[in-house]
């Protein structure tokens, strides 16, 4: 008999889908209550007043996302309602979006409750009320692990296990790829990369969104500026033709975003700012080249060399299947945590980080996969 899940989270880039999608593939059945993330309007004035009031004065976030939810809740109600008998799971990714009547009512109707901060504690700081709701809470940043209740535990991403997605032909090119939110400080790091890119003989394919027209105007060598976002689907056909990845990390989250889990399933190499993966169990120096610490003469090298393949042990370990059976504490699986040594240099990192500007501070649109897929 099928195990039968509540899946529910705000849907950006058609992530939402995919999980579903690979949940029936491993054999669920899934009640979908996730929600619509990106069509969201003001309905007047005094909304968006009152979201700009709460966000800058209070340092609250989350009122948008209260209107986001607003309305969907009574839809989402009415599928609760109609379930019967409970579900084995329930599978909450940014419960801080779900208003606590919907929270209380899917704990009453799931053996099991878990919940994912796929992003910063410290940006939305709302969903700290909401873990003593959960029987098992997992965050993304192994910072957020630290002083936390026992329920709280440290997820990484993962990379997701479909057939037609992650067996699919790789037709490899000498180019590397980045896809984020546009900032300053991603152009500046980006335009740093590309002449030394240029003397390896790789193509630069740097993608950058804004939703402001007076950066869309910029005409930024090397660089491809647009509106419109790509679904994460897209996203992972331009890294599989793609020899080398980019990942840029805000110094505000040491959390590793999902580009590093995209190159272990494509086994691709990765140039990246985050220190913190030299940590990890899958770290290779062969396959990441850490960005302000390894030695700038010897990227050529890096390039050139072949990619060291990693133990299947490892790389099943970060593949959606064993992510999801750790998750519902489903035996058999693979425990995933973060290294104790990435969770103290990440603290000490945010002790001595210096923010650069304003975006650096707010760590706009970074290391999550719901606010931005496409981060780097």
């Keep these: 008999m099928k195990k039968r899940i509540i899946l529910g989270l705000p849907t950006i880039y058609g992530l939402g889908s995919l999980l579903k999608e690979n949940l029936e593939y491993l054999g669920f059945e899934v009640i979908d209550i996730s929600f ?13 007043i009152f979201n700009f009031f709460h966000k800058v004065f209070l340092k609250d976030r989350s009122y948008k996302d209260k209107l986001r939810f ?5 839809e989402i109600m009415e599928k609760l309602a109609d379930l019967k008998p409970k579900a084995d799971y329930a599978l909450i990714i940014r419960p801080d979006t779900y208003s606590k009547a919907v929270l209380e009512s899917i704990k009453e109707k799931a053996v099991v409750m878990a919940g994912y901060q796929w992003d910063g504690l410290d940006r939305y700081p709302w969903a700290e009320k909401r873990i003593p709701m959960f029987d098992r809470f997992f965050v993304f940043d192994p910072m957020d692990v630290q002083g936390g209740a026992p329920v709280r535990r440290y997820l990484g991403n ?8 992650f067996e699919t032909p ?9 896809v984020g939110d546009y900032s300053r400080e991603r152009v500046q790091f980006l335009q740093s990369l590309q002449p ?14 804004s939703g402001k027209k007076r950066r869309l105007k910029q005409a930024v060598p090397g660089l491809k500026l647009s509106a419109a976002a790509i679904s994460y689907e897209q996203n992972l056909e331009k890294v599989k033709k793609a020899s080398v990845l980019i990942d840029i990390t805000a110094p505000c989250h040491k959390g590793l975003s999902l580009r590093f889990f995209e190159a272990i399933c494509y086994e691709k190499k990765i140039i990246t700012n985050n220190s913190s ?10 396959n990441i080249f850490i960005y302000g610490v390894d030695d700038l003469s010897g990227l050529t090298r890096f390039l050139e060399k072949p990619y060291k393949a990693l133990p299947q042990e490892i790389s099943r370990k970060y593949a ?9 504490d489903m035996a058999p699986y693979t425990p995933i945590s973060a290294p104790q040594s990435a969770v103290l240099s990440a603290c000490s990192a945010l002790k001595s980080v210096h923010f650069s500007s304003k ?4 760590c706009h649109a970074t290391g999550n996969p719901v606010a931005s897929v496409h981060h780097g």
């Excluded at 619509?36 to 968006?48: M, P």
């Excluded at 993962?158 to 997605?165: A, E, G, I, N, S």
């Excluded at 993966?277 to 062969?286: E, G, K, L, N, Q």
């Excluded at 959606?320 to 519902?328: A, C, E, G, Q």
């Design 36 to 48: 619509d993330y990106k069509g969201f309007r003001y309905k007047n004035l005094s909304q968006r």
């Design 70 to 74: 607003e309305a969907h809740q009574a």
């Design 158 to 165: 993962f990379y997701f296990t479909l057939p037609r997605v």
């Design 170 to 178: 790789v037709t490899q090119k000498a180019g590397a790829y980045f």
């Design 196 to 209: 030394l890119l240029a003397g390896a003989n790789m193509l630069p394919d740097f993608n950058l969104f």
């Design 277 to 286: 993966v030299a940590s990890y169990d899958f770290y290779h120096p062969d």
């Design 320 to 328: 959606f299947t064993n992510w999801i059976r750790y998750v519902l």
């Design 359 to 362: 975006k650096e501070l707010e």
